[in-house]
């Protein structure tokens, strides 16, 4: 009997309207268009991809924040939809945001901002909330006299640790990791990855992480995925992705790392500084007006996700593969 991934993303899509100006017709823009991705339980995925790609949105998507135009969410092999759809995402799926400066309240103490999810889901008694705060105190690795703090008398690290306590006090399966170390100190951004590393084997928690930066996800991610404006252009092991990207726009995201060599100077990712507006994108492939390699159908066919090995690329004319 095969084993269902504990998240699927089947055709997902979000389509808002919005205005160019105040007396101008609203338009449709499409931040996630037909995404479709199957997480094995356990396993992390990076989510990469340029500033507005639709990253944030498709997070927003699986934390419940928003609901889908289109397409399906399922956890477990079960799709997730009623009147009670949020409720029952917030209980399997949890956040951890990018900036613990402000995605926690300022005026509450550390045991309170912790027990807010068991208060909201109605889960124990009072008693038993406060033993469960101090355990997962422990367990990110905070004494248990912060609980009695307040976020603006600790460190980013620490509030980052109160992140991820909350984020976990409830058990849930899944984390959505949307940049979690981008707000810290470079000193401290490698304690909180070994933590999130640790949890993973500890909990067996399944990761989506969203990041800019890709020695992150090169050290944390199983499988990589890799987003243009509003679709999942590569979808491959990471170990793949990095030894060999087949999609143009891939290749040109890991040419864009500084490397630590000055002789090397500023890389040139040849793509331009101006991003496609995703109100009227272009026609065909959405990358092809960036792409080195576009040709002329490449402007007219939008190319469909093709089995490339052990993932999928959407692209008419993939990078050879190296030996």
């Known amino acids: 009997m095969t084993v269902p991934p504990i998240l699927e993303l089947k055709d997902l899509a979000k389509t808002y309207q919005v205005r160019q100006g105040m007396f101008s017709p609203k338009l449709p823009l499409k931040a996630v268009d037909g995404v479709s991705l199957s997480i094995p339980r356990g396993e992390t995925l990076g989510l990469v991809g340029e500033s507005g790609c639709g990253k944030s949105t498709l997070a927003k998507l699986l934390l419940g924040l928003e609901k889908?135009?289109?397409?399906?969410?399922?956890?477990?092999?079960?799709?997730v939809s009623g009147a009670s759809w949020r409720k029952e995402l917030s209980r399997r799926i949890q956040p951890i945001f990018q900036d613990p400066y402000s995605s926690l309240n300022p005026r509450k103490t550390v045991r309170r901002i912790v027990a807010m999810p068991l208060e909201v889901h109605g889960i124990a008694t009072a008693h038993e909330r406060a033993r469960m705060v101090e355990e997962i105190l422990d367990v990110v690795g905070l004494p248990r006299r912060?609980?009695?703090?307040?976020?603006?008398?600790?460190?980013?690290?620490?509030?980052?640790?109160?992140?991820i306590a909350r984020a976990l006090v409830m058990r849930p399966e899944i984390v959505i990791c949307d940049e979690p170390t981008s707000a810290l100190d470079v000193s401290v951004q490698a304690q909180i990855l070994n933590l999130l590393l640790e949890l993973r084997r500890?909990?067996?928690?399944?990761?989506v992480f969203i990041s800019h930066n890709l020695a992150v996800v090169e050290h944390l991610a199983d499988r990589v995925a890799v987003?243009?404006?509003?679709?999942?252009?590569e979808d491959r092991p990471a170990a793949e992705v990095f030894a060999g990207p087949r999609h143009p726009y891939t290749r040109a995201l890991?040419?864009?790392?500084?490397?630590?060599?000055?002789?090397?100077?500023?890389?040139?990712?040849?793509?331009?500084?101006v991003f496609p507006n995703p109100i009227d994108p272009p026609s065909g492939c959405a990358f092809h007006p960036r792409c080195p390699h576009a040709a002329e159908r490449c402007r007219g066919d939008a190319p469909a996700p093709k089995a490339d090995g052990g993932g999928r690329v959407a692209c008419h004319y993939p990078i050879e593969r190296t030996a």
Not at 146 to 163: F, K
Not at 202 to 207: E, K
Not at 259 to 272: F, S
Request: aromatic letters at 4%; a negative charge; proline letters at 8%.
């Open 68 to 79: 889908p135009t289109a397409g399906e969410i399922l956890v477990d092999g079960v799709a």
């Open 146 to 163: 912060a609980a009695d703090s307040t976020p603006n008398q600790m460190s980013g690290g620490q509030r980052q640790r109160v992140a």
């Open 202 to 207: 500890d909990f067996g928690l399944t990761y």
């Open 227 to 233: 987003m243009y404006l509003g679709r999942i252009v």
């Open 254 to 273: 890991l040419e864009s790392v500084l490397t630590p060599d000055p002789a090397l100077g500023v890389p040139d990712t040849r793509l331009g500084a």
